[in-house]
């Protein structure tokens, strides 16, 4: 996304020279510099990230209720090659590792009912949903086959949000606490908060930059993330504004 960007500025600076405007040819080309180096060097995505993730960075002591739901957002799943095997994706094991430790403490500091909702689909068409992949490592870190619910329809996280909302208001949980990636955390709050969903945000990971004089490309990759949850936050303004947006329930609405 930040490449096209920056190849777009380059296309209008090439036709504002070819036009004889060599004054703003000469501000394109300038300001494409400077968004390769503000970005690739660091301090953009630096900037992106903070504004997405500072609020999450202290991560809170959940006080247990009498029925606790830990809803799990999925993050993509990948099929080995050889063996054909899905499994979690890169970006998937802080998410589960953290969901598993949140159960455990659960179980161990209470003799409340404590489940786990995994909620994702099977996005990628690799086979298998991402909460039948998930559900199956969370039993190997500890968690019950019992208290784990699955959600395996959604394809995003809009779908995360409307489809678990459904769950949620069958259990009927004191407690409700979500566990995603820090700088996706925003995003889905907003989400579940329209379909009444209030939870408790747990980040599992916390993503960084790397400052340096070289630009890398690893730094134009976290700022790509970074702006699909922008945009996806100004898609959710702009479909509200428009009523496009499916209709928001609140607990206890029909």
Same mark, same amino acid.
């Given at each position: 996304?930040?490449?096209?960007? $920056?190849?777009?500025?380059?296309?209008?600076?090439?036709?504002?020279?070819? $036009?004889? +405007?060599?004054?703003?040819?000469?501000? #394109?080309?300038?300001?494409?510099?400077?968004?390769?180096?503000?970005?690739?060097?660091?301090?953009?995505?630096? +900037?992106?990230?903070?504004?997405?993730?500072?609020?999450?960075?202290?991560? %809170? !002591?959940?006080? +247990?209720?009498?029925?606790?739901?830990?809803?799990?957002?999925?993050?993509?799943?990948?099929?080995?090659? !050889?063996?054909?095997?899905?499994?979690?994706?890169?970006?998937?094991?802080?998410?589960?590792?953290?969901?598993?430790?949140?159960?455990?403490?659960?179980?161990?500091?209470?003799?409340?009912?404590?489940?786990?909702?995994?909620?994702?689909?099977?996005?990628?068409?690799?086979?298998? %949903?991402?909460?039948?992949?998930?559900?199956?490592?969370?039993? !190997?870190?500890?968690?019950?086959?019992?208290?784990?619910?699955?959600?395996?329809?959604?394809?995003?996280?809009?779908?995360?949000?409307?489809?678990?909302?459904?769950?949620?208001?069958?259990?009927?949980?004191?407690?409700?606490?979500?566990?995603?990636?820090?700088?996706?955390?925003?995003?889905? #709050?907003?989400?579940?908060?329209?379909?009444?969903?209030?939870?408790?945000?747990?980040?599992?990971?916390? #993503?960084?930059?790397?400052?340096?004089?070289? %630009?890398?490309?690893?730094?134009?990759?976290?700022?790509?993330?970074?702006?699909?949850?922008?945009?996806?936050?100004? !898609?959710?303004?702009?479909?509200?504004?428009?009523? +496009?947006?499916?209709?928001?329930?609140?607990?206890?609405?029909?």
């Amino acid at each position: 996304m930040t490449l096209i960007v $920056l190849v777009i500025l380059i296309v209008f600076a090439i036709g504002c020279a070819a $036009l004889a +405007w060599r004054r703003t040819s000469v501000m #394109l080309y300038a300001l494409t510099a400077v968004l390769f180096l503000a970005i690739g060097c660091g301090p953009v995505p630096a +900037w992106l990230l903070g504004q997405l993730q500072d609020t999450y960075d202290i991560k %809170p !002591r959940p006080v +247990w209720g009498k029925r606790n739901a830990l809803v799990l957002l999925g993050a993509g799943t990948t099929k080995v090659p !050889r063996t054909g095997a899905v499994e979690p994706g890169m970006f998937a094991y802080a998410r589960i590792a953290e969901a598993a430790a949140l159960y455990n403490d659960c179980r161990r500091k209470t003799v409340a009912d404590c489940k786990i909702i995994v909620s994702g689909g099977d996005a990628l068409h690799l086979g298998s %949903p991402e909460a039948i992949v998930y559900q199956r490592l969370l039993v !190997r870190l500890g968690v019950s086959a019992a208290d784990v619910m699955l959600e395996p329809g959604s394809m995003n996280t809009w779908q995360n949000a409307q489809f678990t909302s459904a769950l949620l208001q069958r259990y009927a949980p004191d407690r409700v606490l979500l566990v995603s990636s820090g700088l996706h955390l925003q995003r889905s #709050l907003l989400y579940f908060g329209h379909f009444g969903v209030h939870a408790m945000p747990v980040r599992a990971d916390y #993503l960084r930059p790397v400052l340096t004089l070289i %630009p890398l490309s690893y730094n134009f990759a976290v700022t790509d993330f970074a702006l699909h949850e922008y945009l996806g936050i100004a !898609r959710y303004t702009l479909y509200n504004a428009f009523g +496009w947006n499916a209709v928001s329930k609140q607990p206890g609405e029909a």
